[in-house]
T-cell receptor, first 116, second 108 residues
């Protein structure tokens, strides 16, 4: 079955550490996205990528980094520069469709990151 | 830049109706609607496209006013399973951006 997989489901980070969240999709989608969700808040865009080896900053990219070496994979690294990383992180992918507007996004099950 | 949704929260009894609004400061070519249950991934409900094409859900309807840059989601005869947080999403220069969210609770 096609889908999008995030791992791990729960992650604990010590202050000063970098951690990497995995996101893999087998939907053959070109576009992939990372969002951050805080309790009771909406989804804020961290980074997005429309094509392999290219990615763009979203609205809250500071303290995060990504790579897109393969179409299926879009890992997110939360660096020590991110001062408040505790949140729920969601990865999504989307087909291009016509003018990139008429296709829905599919989400992974999320990774809950906690700083200890 | 983030679309604004209203109301922020809605409480309903089973069988009642609700309307959730989404407003953007930028021109809209399409509006997406998703529902998220607590601690889970958002699930796609519907896409509305400029020009009237619609793709999505049988039991939920929506409207899209391109001139006003607004969309509304209509939930009729609500069921307990409708509870969750609803997000609208808009696509701008390849960015998929979501609104502030509307929390809907349906009680028996």
């Amino acid at each position: 079955d096609g889908g999008i997989t995030q791992s791990p489901k729960y992650l604990f980070r010590k202050e000063g550490q970098n951690v990497t969240l995995s996101c893999e999709q087998n939907l053959n989608h070109d576009a992939m996205y990372w969002y951050r969700q805080d309790p009771g808040q909406g989804l804020r865009l961290i980074y997005y990528s429309q094509i392999v080896n290219d990615f763009q900053k979203g609205d809250i990219a500071e303290g995060y980094s990504v790579s897109r070496e393969k179409k299926e994979s879009f890992p997110l690294t939360v660096t020590s520069a991110q001062k408040n990383p505790t949140a729920f992180y969601l990865c999504a992918s989307k087909g291009q469709g016509f003018l990139r507007v008429n296709t829905e996004a599919f989400f992974g099950q999320g990774t809950r990151l906690t700083v200890v | 830049q983030q679309p604004v949704q209203s109301p922020q929260a809605v409480i309903l009894r089973e069988g009642e109706d609700a309307v959730i609004n989404c407003s953007s400061s930028k021109a809209l070519y399409s509006v997406h609607w998703y529902r998220q249950k607590h601690g889970e991934a958002p699930v796609f409900l519907m896409i509305l496209l400029k020009g009237g094409e619609q793709k999505g859900h049988d039991k939920i309807s929506a409207s899209f006013n391109e001139k006003k840059q607004q969309s509304s989601l209509y939930l009729t005869a609500s069921q307990l399973s409708y509870s969750g947080t609803y997000f609208c999403g808009t696509v701008h220069t390849d960015k998929l951006i979501f609104g502030t969210g509307t929390r809907l609770q349906v009680f028996p």
